[in-house]
């Protein structure tokens, strides 16, 4: 069950709510909401930027947060981008030039303010994060520092192109929740009459995300600033990096710490996409805005709060349990590392022929042939883990019984990772185009599989593991090349008498988008080894304990509930043995509708699909249905979007089609349809 965050029944200050326009130089003005603490003195800013929807969709995150900042003597302010919310402005692609100057000009607008004293700071989850590190390497004076939680960085491996491949369970429910923000209209309440002219202005300039989405080609140049590469050096702001080892944005954790030149500290937890105080599995759940006020006091207030005395990094270290399931609790330990990398951990070798082996023999010449059902990956959990009870991968007997397996023996004394493993293989491929999956699993005594980390290599154009060149031609491997696969980031600690296991696939659908073919690659085991990152087991010898205080949040939002007559189960997995067909069926549980405390009426619901045939790449199909109804009953306001995003392919290209559909009162006030093919290899 989640854990329950306390809520103070004091602060140090009184604090008011007030909803304000932001102006912008071109004339638009951006809706803001801020909480301030009742006091003569200027206090300093934070700052949380993101589309989320101020009115609704973040409405009961913002009231935890916003409100225990302003207590403590912060003016805590929430912004949504342009073209989304309140604000005014057309919607354009997230992480935009123009997005990130607007965002530049929020954080003066604010140092500027009488009731400010001239530091702000910024704070995010998932892309809030993001694009407050996007920020803050465009150096804005008064940003002095940065919270980002399960934030990611651009990096060629990052969450949405792992390895170079596409990541499907992704792309199209992204864009559909994205089109979805940005077609829902502004509230009347906030923005008055005016309200109709802006949402049908707002439209008028939808363009679905999938497009860009399905074109960017991570790791190439990009025309708007990052944190990735060399763009690390241009932050200034002190960063705590915050992540959790069951949500994307690990790794940009352990990157920051090693390669940042500002101020840095690295906080990993076992945690899914949420913020750490919500005590949504995995847990624990920790008093986060407690830890995140010491980081403000000390660099916003000057305060000594002693912490450029916590180590670089403090991470969890998973302990073995059952599989995931249920409410997702696993036993673990916090660690903590002076410097990262840290001298106590070290790379150690696992041959493919030697420490691990697989059951089956390879072929006369040596090599071990891969080639997996399409559906392998069924059970690969959600890409983005949330804290709902199914998101977290189950029992990965299944999918090892899919692929490719190399056992240890059973372990002799426990084996503790921390770090990224990486995965060196000799290949011998059968098709232009492949990928290679890797999983890493703790095998108890039972049979149980439970998944470590994992990885994806596209193997299209990256014969060593690089990324391609655009130019670089589709061939054949049809000589043996060595290519290195990257396993995200992980903290778990093997015990004795289990086996460690390295799952090869060559899909993993609906993770992974499946290339073309479906010949599988060849692997040479005598040549092909597994490096983990083996963490001393006296490294904690003489360490004083790591300790963090129980979760505190602001009393919640007085939201009413009406739970719905039926509901669906969150992962629903289909088979039709006959037509050798798997069918993926995902709905997130938003529930009924939510009455606010103002009488806003926010109702959602969703529901992702994934199809394929088990011996078909071109079969697979993925589509995600939204609809978002906002009603104010007392004044007759009533509006629902549709939006559809649907993708499927052919042999070179994959085919993006979207829908929006707008009702005022029952009435479609517009309709629109895209359908967009783009090259597999987009330029």
């Known amino acids: 069950m989640p854990q329950t965050a306390q809520h103070p029944a004091s602060y140090a200050y009184r604090t008011v709510r007030e909803d304000v326009r932001v102006p912008l130089a071109d004339g638009v003005e951006l809706h803001a909401r801020i909480w301030r603490p009742v006091t003569e003195e200027a206090v300093p800013a934070l700052l949380e930027y993101l589309p989320g929807r101020i009115g609704d969709g973040t409405a009961a995150r913002d009231s935890q947060r916003h409100p225990w900042y302003a207590g403590h003597g912060y003016a805590s302010v929430r912004v949504d981008v342009r073209g989304h919310g309140n604000s005014g402005g057309a919607p354009g692609e997230e992480y935009s030039a123009q997005e990130l100057a607007d965002g530049v000009s929020v954080v003066e607008w604010l140092a500027a303010r009488p009731w400010c004293s001239g530091n702000v700071g910024m704070f995010g989850l998932a892309r809030g994060g993001s694009t407050a590190l996007r920020i803050a390497a465009l150096a804005p004076p008064a940003l002095k520092a940065v919270v980002a939680v399960c934030a990611g960085d651009d990096h060629p491996d990052g969450a949405a192109h792992p390895g170079g491949a596409l990541l499907a369970a992704d792309t199209h429910a992204r864009s559909a929740g994205l089109l979805s923000l940005a077609a829902c209209p502004p509230d009347p309440r906030y923005v008055g009459d005016d309200w109709r002219r802006m949402w049908l202005d707002r439209l008028a300039a939808l363009e679905p995300p999938a497009h860009h989405l399905l074109t960017h080609r991570p790791g190439e140049e990009r025309t708007r600033p990052g944190p990735d590469g060399g763009e690390y050096r241009a932050i200034r702001a002190a960063v705590l990096a915050v992540g959790g080892w069951a949500a994307p944005g690990r790794d940009t954790v352990l990157r920051l710490v090693e390669q940042l030149a500002a101020p840095v500290r690295g906080l990993i937890g076992p945690w899914s996409q949420q913020y ?27 305060a000594d709060t002693g912490v450029l005395a916590e180590p670089a990094l403090r991470s969890w270290i998973d302990g073995s349990g059952p599989p995931a399931g249920g409410d997702g609790a696993r036993p673990g330990r916090w660690c903590r590392e002076e410097s990262w990398p840290s001298p106590d951990v070290r790379g150690i070798h696992y041959g493919l022929d030697t420490a691990l082996r697989a059951a089956g023999t390879a072929s006369d010449d040596r090599f071990v042939h891969v080639r997996s059902p399409q559906h392998t990956g069924v059970d690969a959990g959600s890409p983005h883990p949330a804290g709902s009870a199914a998101d977290l991968p189950p029992d990965q007997r299944e999918e090892d019984g899919r692929s490719v397996c190399f056992d240890s023996t059973p372990l002799p004394e426990p084996v503790e990772i921390l770090g990224r493993p990486a995965l060196r293989l000799r290949l011998r491929g059968r098709s232009p185009r492949g990928q290679v999956v890797a999983r890493l699993c703790d095998v108890a005594p039972d049979g149980s599989s439970t998944l470590i980390t994992r990885g994806v290599l596209a193997l299209a154009g990256r014969p060593d593991g690089g990324p391609a060149p655009a130019d670089t031609p589709d061939r054949a491997l049809d000589a043996t090349v060595d290519a290195t696969v990257d396993l995200a980031g992980t903290g778990y600690a ?154 499927d392919c052919d042999a070179t290209h994959l085919t993006a089609r979207s829908q929006v559909s707008a009702l005022e009162a029952g009435s479609v006030v517009f309709s629109r349809e895209w359908e967009r093919r783009i090259p597999r290899r987009a330029p």
């Open 276 to 302: 750490p105080d919500q005590g949504l599995p995995p847990g624990p759940a920790v008093g986060f805005l407690q830890e995140t006020l010491r980081w403000w006091d000390h660099w916003l207030k000057g």
């Open 494 to 647: 093997v015990p004795p008498g289990h086996r460690l296991r390295l799952a090869l696939s060559s899909a993993y659908w609906p993770w992974v988008w499946p290339q073309p073919q479906d010949e599988g690659f060849d692997l040479d085991p005598s040549r092909s080894a597994l490096t983990l990152p083996v963490r001393h087991l006296a490294a904690d010898a003489g360490s004083a304990p790591i300790r963090f205080g129980p979760p505190e949040q602001a009393a919640p939002l007085d939201v009413r509930r009406t739970e719905p007559l039926t509901s669906r189960p969150e992962r629903l997995v289909i088979r039709d043995v006959a037509a050798g067909e798997w069918r993926l069926e995902v709905d997130p549980g938003y529930g009924g509708p939510r009455i606010h405390p103002d009488g806003l009426v926010h109702e959602e619901r969703t529901v992702e699909a994934y199809r394929i045939l088990s011996g078909d790449p071109l079969s697979a199909t993925a589509r995600t249905d939204r609809t978002v109804r906002l009603e104010r009953p007392d004044i007759g306001w009533d509006v629902t979007v549709r939006t559809r995003s649907q993708l």
